[in-house]
């Protein structure tokens, strides 16, 4: 039940599907000389959501929020039909914070009847969440880039959670020539240390606490870095040892990478990024740690 304020607020959002009036809108703002900043979601939003429209309010002057649970990322046997959908509790959270726009088109909207072009991912996509996802970045992009075409914002937010589809969406930004800054922001964690994700309502208490052996294995990694261990060999297997001690938890990978190209470092020079995928139950978590590396 919303209190009257929100319900108030709720009505003052404009909430719309429609592609070319999104365009529309978008372009009338840039062209009053207004910042536009875009927050692609699939709803379902926590804190970590919104955080990045937090971040986007205050670098922005027009604020839009997309949420669409994109069919295209999902391959069969993955979880599209029982992905978290809570429309109304989105705007909810999303009107207080003063966001002007929430584009929520329907997956016709997207892809209507005869939609056949795809962006190939490239050999970022290739490894990790690419080995156990295959396809999914080739729709990730593919509805990323449709998102910046309807909203063409200034700038687009994402969270470092998914540190490889923001590499993969830099990189398409960068080699597609797109007008558009990605802004990366944070890993959003519970006061315990597991990250933000739409999928730990699947958990219940037991699983909870068994996933927290993800955020407990970077944590150990990046204290290790910090008291000089550089061996990514050792580092990747303090991770998985940690997670493989947490019966429930089954791993799916464990790396330390160049931050860039995604490749395994055996000695960390400069900086890396700590990788993990695992399954709980049937709720497929990741998270990452940057090793020497801000933000
Ligand atoms: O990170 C997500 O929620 C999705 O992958 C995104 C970027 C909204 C594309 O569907």
Sequence with gaps: MQSNATLRAISKLSVTAAVDETYRLVKAQQRAGKRVGLVPTMGALHAGHLSLV???RRE???????????PKQFAPHEDFSKYPRSLEDDLAK??????????APTVEDMYPAGFDSYVDAGNLAVPWEGEFRPGHFRGVLTVVLKLFQIVPADLAYFGRKDYQQSLLVRRMVADLNLPMKIVVCPIVR?????ALSSRNVFLIAEQRRQALS?????????????DGERSGVKLRELIRQTIAGEPGVEIEYAAVVDPETLVELPRIEK??????????GSTRLI?????????
């Design 94 to 103: 999303l009107a207080p914070l003063g966001v002007d726009m929430v584009f």
């Design 54 to 56: 937090e971040r986007c």
């Design 271 to 280: 900086t890396a990024v700590a990788l993990v995928a695992a399954r709980v």
């Design 214 to 226: 993800l955020s407990r294995g970077l944590q150990l990694a990046h204290q290790r870095f910090g």
């Design 60 to 70: 922005c002057d027009y604020t839009v929020v997309s949420i669409f649970v994109n």
């Design 190 to 194: 519970d006061s315990d240390g597991l």
């Design 287 to 295: 998270d990452n740690e940057l090793l020497g590396k801000d933000e």
